[in-house]
Nanobody, 124 residues
C-alpha cells in the first residue's frame, strides 16, 4: 500500500520546537519532491515549505522563514520539518505531500500523494 505518514505533532508552548516527520511506505521518496502544507480551522490550506528531489532546493512561506527548516533523508525514506520559535498562529493540521514533478512547491494540484495530517497546537 502506497502512503505517506506524518508524525511528530503535538501540543507545545509558544517559543517551543517540534520536528515533524513524513515517512513513505510502498514507494521511494527519492523520486519525489515534497511539500509541507498546513490548514487551520476555518482557513484554506497553505503551503509552508518544499524541497526538491535532491534536497538541493528549498523554499519557505514568509510566515515561517527563519523558524522552520525542511530536510530529507532519502536513506530513511523520510522528510522532516523542524519547527522552532513556534507561535500560536502556527496551530494547524500539517500535511506532507509528494510530487513526481520536481520542485512544484505550493501547487497542490501537482502533488500525487498526501498524508493524513498531524495536529500541531501552540498554546500556553
Amino acid at each position: 500500500q502506497l502512503q505517506l505518514v506524518e508524525s511528530g505533532g503535538g501540543l507545545v508552548q509558544p517559543g517551543g520546537s517540534l520536528r515533524l516527520s513524513c515517512a513513505a511506505s510502498g514507494f521511494t521518496l527519492d523520486y519525489y519532491a515534497i511539500g509541507w502544507f498546513r490548514q487551520a480551522p476555518g482557513k484554506e490550506r497553505e503551503g509552508v515549505s518544499c524541497i526538491s528531489k535532491s534536497g538541493g532546493s528549498t523554499d519557505y512561506a514568509d510566515s515561517v522563514k527563519g523558524r522552520f527548516t525542511i530536510s530529507r533523508d532519502n536513506a530513511k525514506n523520510t522528510v522532516y520539518l523542524q519547527m522552532s520559535s513556534l507561535k500560536p498562529e502556527d496551530t494547524a493540521v500539517y500535511y506532507c505531500a509528494a510530487a513526481s514533478s520536481d520542485y512544484v512547491c505550493y501547487d497542490v494540484l501537482e502533488y500525487d500523494w498526501w498524508g493524513q495530517g498531524t495536529q500541531v497546537t501552540v498554546s500556553s
